[in-house]
């Protein structure tokens, strides 16, 4: 399929409306209006190729030249939905290798990693064909040159919740999260498959809040961690884990200044005050953290704590007397 990349590739470029085989096809051009507002400045190429997808479009033609013209039309704008639409109904109605289409839909892919239209083309064919076997390996593929690319992890949840692809991905999460602790898509993975498959059992959530300590305790202020450790605890549940809440308040003891780490505290203390467990002071220590973060630490979000510190007073002052 040509592009329109290159001035070499233009050179070579032979005009839908100088082939002979398209002769027989009147080309429809765009209709803009008489008064455009912001005429968009085509290429002469575009123009010509989807002018004649707008006429095979009129006439309903399923044929294999109009699969090519399809082609040309993905090229030059991977983000049409219709152009994929009727290439999606050529498929099938020319009962095409769908084989061959992921062969060239991983060449758009690779060429557009971040188009929607795309990808979703791929999880249409992947599910007429009922077989991932290549969907793991190309997707780590793209992952590889940009592990944040939302549109890949989308399909590569589709294909493992799918097709039940659970066995290896918290191995494959590991290993991202090896790479780069702060990877926050990486961590939604890790969360999508535990949730998936054992659960945040008692077991499960003691071995993940285990990790968690040591990956924090390396990385303080890696907000993905505090993010996910957030996330898997139900409310009122950091207040109830001994161990971890010894071990944070440990470290504010020792020092650690992460606006993520007297956060966590604050929510500590502000389950001990919701249970009526929490000893005297209790709301004087949360209040001094937000204190902290408004004026030393996350001075950018002095407000917020400034706020956070009245409503803690608001709510539990009288109760805390």
Request: net charge negative; glycine share 4%; charged share 30%.
């Amino acid at each position: 399929m040509a592009s329109d990349s290159s001035e070499d590739e233009l050179d070579n470029w032979v005009f839908y409306r100088d082939r002979e085989e398209w002769r027989d096809v009147t080309p429809i051009e765009q209709d803009d209006g008489p008064f455009p507002v912001v005429a968009i400045a085509y290429t002469d190429k575009f123009k010509d190729v989807y002018d004649y997808f707008r006429a095979i479009l009129k006439l309903e033609e399923k044929s294999e030249r109009a699969l090519e013209l399809t082609g040309d039309a993905v090229h030059l704008n991977p983000a049409n939905y219709t152009v994929w639409y009727y290439r999606r109904l050529l498929l099938q109605t020319l009962s095409k290798d769908l084989k061959e289409e992921l062969d060239f839909i991983s060449t758009v892919i690779n060429q557009h990693p971040k188009n929607y239209q795309v990808w979703y083309h791929r999880k249409v064919v992947v599910g007429w064909l009922k077989d991932p076997s290549l969907e793991l390996d190309f997707s780590a593929s793209i992952l590889d040159l940009d592990a944040k690319n939302y549109h890949t992890w989308q399909h590569r949840q589709w294909v493992i919740k799918e097709f039940k692809l659970f066995d290896d991905e918290l191995e494959y999460v590991n290993k991202l999260l090896a790479d780069d602790i702060r990877n926050n898509s990486a961590w939604n993975q890790r969360y999508f498959v535990i949730t998936h498959t054992t659960g945040y059992t008692d077991e499960v959530l003691k071995r993940e809040i285990n990790y968690l300590i040591a990956v924090i305790r390396d990385v303080p202020n890696n907000e993905s961690a505090w993010n996910y450790l957030t996330g898997i605890l139900d409310k009122g549940k950091a207040s109830s884990e001994t161990e971890l809440r010894e071990t944070v308040l440990r470290w504010l003891e020792d020092g650690m200044d992460s606006p993520y780490l007297l956060s966590f505290i604050i929510d500590i203390y502000e389950e001990d005050l919701e249970k009526g467990t929490a000893p005297i002071g209790t709301l004087t220590k949360a209040q001094e953290l937000c204190k902290t973060l408004a004026t030393d630490i996350d001075c950018i979000r002095k407000e917020y704590w400034n706020y956070v510190s009245r409503r803690l007073g608001v709510e539990y002052g009288k109760k805390s007397e």
